[in-house]
């Protein structure tokens, strides 16, 4: 839900300079980015950081 809230609001691309991490930048997909999340926390953590960054902001 997160992740898709945030490609909703940003787009890949964008999202890919916000947050720098491959799985952003190529060959984008919920999938292959959930993966990638789950298995590494310093990225769940950036991506959450956003996540509620985006909801104050656009509230």
Known sequence: MILEHLVEVYGWEQLSTKI???????NPSIKSSLTFLRRTP????KVESLYLYTLR???
């Not at 720098?20 to 190529?26: D, E, G, L, P, Y």
């Open 42 to 45: 310093w990225a769940r953590e």
């Open 57 to 59: 902001k656009f509230r």
């Open 20 to 26: 720098n991490i491959n799985c952003f930048k190529s």
